[in-house]
């Protein structure tokens, strides 16, 4: 439904931020159902305030596309730290697990206690908690994601009858049984990863889906220290306590199984927690690291006012090309040796104005496919909340010249040159169309041509009266020409 890609944010003054986009499919962007989801997560997720929960900054809303800006966090998902620590052997060490976990717990119960903007509860229920879900950063943190799914009140897109959302090996019985869910639902997605991480195995599996549904209704549910003796009498609890399937004895909490939990298992350190991911993160992290280092130190943006794509385009194919005539002359430059897919889009100049917009818009996206992990680049530019030029003219003209002013991007993108109306703009004919002066001053284009001194007024223009000398008024400081001395 979604992919998420690389990402820099650009402000005025030399600001910029690498973040992640996650980038609604185009076929889905028509389908109001999976836009309601986004917004929906969009606005979840900006009144949640924890630095365990991964921050929305921004949305940025095009024909046909739909994408939410992020906070970029450099690590790993726990899913995949849990998979790379049993391919080598061993085991994720408790402090470690322990750490993940409460601050996972510590993000879930902020996104629990989130209020609106009238101070109400929002009483949001993630319903997706799970490894994938979950993101431990280089930084030592873990933080929480993809809110796409959440219960909440006041949710413009709601759950259809009978439909499950999440998945179901991480779903409290309560949520596969269609009942109401609380908050008490996460609390039992988390006991399942914090059961995960400290036995390298998966709690419910099987390969029909119904079947791991009987499971997590039926099934017991053995010890951590069954598979793993290390683990102690009261971390066994906790994790127990958290897998209750009676809703009464289960934490009523996540902040009260962090706190539980963090008493059972000592946590270990960030710094700690920071390099067990690079260690384990290895190759794939630092390839990462180095593709960001790449799209951050590229010189240039992207600026055009239209959709460009171009398919299997190779680095060398990518040369830097004549700036496009738009508000930012600016270009993108690809690394090298990467097969891309290059979109670009930008509002125009016109646009810009009408809605006087100063919040991020999008300016370019390039997806770029190595080893069989989708990453891109998505370029982010902060539009000045005044617009310069043309767009700013006279208030009231409604004259068809200057709406037809912009140039005509859909040339400008297929030649990747700037366009004979950009540097030279045609003579506006309004003035010419109408030979009778108005009373008043008349409609006058923003950039009209130097006054002809030698012309002669027709039989039908006003005597002439010194009233061409000089040939134009002055309105607020700016020269406007009289129409009848052009």
């Known amino acids: 439904m979604a992919t998420v890609h690389f990402a820099r944010l650009v402000g005025e003054a030399g600001f910029s931020r690498t973040v992640a986009v996650k980038r609604l499919h185009p076929n889905f962007a028509q389908e109001q159902e999976f836009v309601a989801m986004l917004l929906d997560e969009a606005r979840l997720v900006a009144r949640i305030r924890h630095p365990n929960v991964v921050p929305m900054l921004d949305v940025v809303r095009e024909p046909n596309e739909l994408f939410l800006v992020m906070e970029y966090v450099h690590g790993e998902s726990m899913s995949r730290l849990i998979g790379a620590t049993r391919r080598a052997g061993q085991e994720v060490p408790l402090a470690i697990c322990s750490a993940m976990v409460i601050d996972a717990l510590n993000g879930l119960h902020a996104a629990h206690e989130a209020r609106n903007e009238r101070g109400e509860p929002l009483g949001i229920v993630h319903r997706d908690v799970s490894p994938q879900n979950v993101i431990v950063g280089v930084d030592g943190a873990t933080r929480v994601l993809d809110f796409g799914v959440a219960k909440a009140s006041g949710r413009l897109q709601s759950t259809q009858n009978d439909e499950l959302k999440g998945k179901l090996a991480y779903m409290s019985p309560q949520q596969i049984m269609a009942e109401a869910v609380d908050r008490r639902a996460d609390v039992w997605a988390a006991s399942v990863c914090l059961w995960e991480a400290l036995t390298g195995m998966r709690l419910f599996r099987a390969e029909v889906q119904a079947t791991i549904a009987l499971k997590v209704l039926n099934d017991p549910i053995p010890p951590p220290s069954a598979y793993r003796p290390e683990c102690t009498p009261a971390l066994d609890a906790v994790v127990l306590r958290g897998l209750s399937r009676d809703l009464s004895q289960r934490y009523a909490t996540a902040r009260d199984m962090a706190v539980a939990l963090e008493r059972a298992q000592q946590p270990a350190t960030p710094r700690i927690v920071g390099e067990w991911v690079q260690e384990l993160g290895g190759e794939p992290l630092l390839s990462r690291a180095s593709r960001i280092e790449e799209i951050e130190s590229s010189s240039g943006l992207p600026s055009t006012s239209t959709l460009l794509a171009t398919s299997a385009e190779t680095a060398a194919a990518a040369q830097p090309r004549a700036p496009y005539p738009s508000i930012s ?71 068809p010249a200057m709406t037809a002013a912009p140039p005509n991007t859909a ?76």
């Open 329 to 399: 002359q600016s270009q993108f430059e690809v690394p090298a040796s990467a097969t891309q897919a290059r979109l670009s889009l930008a509002r125009d100049q016109a646009e810009q104005a009408r809605q006087g917009r100063g919040r991020a818009g999008l300016i370019a996206l390039a997806v770029m496919i190595a080893g069989g992990l989708v990453a891109g680049a998505v370029f982010v530019t902060r539009a000045p909340s005044t617009t310069r030029g043309p767009a700013a003219g006279a208030p009231g003209s409604a004259l």
């Open 411 to 486: 040339a400008v993108a297929a030649n990747s040159t700037p366009s004979a109306s950009a540097s030279a703009p045609t003579a506006p004919t309004a003035p010419t169309a109408s030979t009778t002066p108005a009373a008043k001053a008349a409609p006058t284009p923003a950039r009209a041509a130097p006054p002809r001194p030698t012309a002669k007024p027709t039989a039908t223009a006003a005597p002439a009266q010194n009233r061409c000398d000089p040939p134009f008024t002055i309105v607020d400081g700016i020269k406007k020409p009289k129409p009848e001395c052009l």
